[in-house]
């Protein structure tokens, strides 16, 4: 079952990288994201971070960004799940 979070973030990437409907749908923990998605290149992910901080109401400080986050679904949403929560 999806929570809020999980909704969110998939409706974000939607949005924000311009996914066909339904697309972020079938994402699921070890879905690549950055290098597997075209549309998430190097250009992409300040835009992506600002929205996941506006929609999600979080802060992500330069000290946290790394590879491993952008890596996957799994491992973008675990991050936002944890700021979420903190």
Do not use: N
């Not at 972020?24 to 075209?38: I, K, S, Y």
């Not at 890596?71 to 903190?86: C, S, V």
């Amino acid at each position: 079952m999806q929570d809020d979070t999980d909704l969110l973030l998939r409706r974000i990437l939607t949005d924000v990288l311009g996914l066909k409907p339904g697309q972020a749908d079938a994402f699921d923990a070890e879905t690549g994201l950055f290098g597997h998605l075209p549309e998430l290149d190097s250009m992409a992910v300040a835009g992506l971070l600002t929205e996941i901080e506006d929609r999600l109401d979080i802060i992500i400080d330069d000290d946290e960004m790394d590879g491993e986050m952008l890596e996957t679904y799994g491992g973008l949403l675990a991050f936002a799940k944890a700021k979420r929560a903190a």
